[in-house]
């Protein structure tokens, strides 16, 4: 059975850094693309960033030159460095791992900007 675990949320100034780990077990790890995604209140969940089973990255335009995802194989975890936070980066932030005809999401990690 798969299993997501995220960590590193909290709260932090406008400005400020956090950066947020996914764990997984239950899976090849490294064979699998990954992603962030988050949803703020009201609002659909909305990816954020993504890492291809050999490293190539995309990002929302939003977020672009501020955030970086990356992995760690070895550990089984994907990160999000998330810098230069605004008070709009406020979300949960979900990790998800997916493939053809599967996809897996952990139980979301709070981040919290203030202003």
């Known amino acids: 059975q798969v299993q997501l675990v995220e960590s590193g949320g909290g709260l932090v100034q406008a400005g400020g850094s956090l950066r947020l780990s996914c764990a997984a077990s239950?899976?090849?790890?490294?064979?699998?693309?990954l992603a962030w995604y988050r949803q703020a209140p009201g609002k659909q969940r909305e990816l954020v960033a993504a890492?291809?089973?050999?490293?190539?990255?995309n990002y929302a335009d939003s977020v672009k030159g501020r955030f970086t995802i990356s992995r760690d194989n070895a550990k089984n975890t994907v990160y999000l460095q998330m810098n230069s936070l605004k008070p709009e980066d406020t979300a949960v932030y979900y990790c998800?791992?997916?493939?053809?005809?599967?996809?897996?999401w952990g139980q979301g990690t709070q981040v919290t900007v203030s202003s």
């Open positions: 998800n791992l997916w493939g053809a005809g599967y996809s897996y």
């Open positions: 239950g899976t090849l790890f490294s064979i699998n693309a």
């Open positions: 890492i291809s089973s050999g490293g190539s990255r």
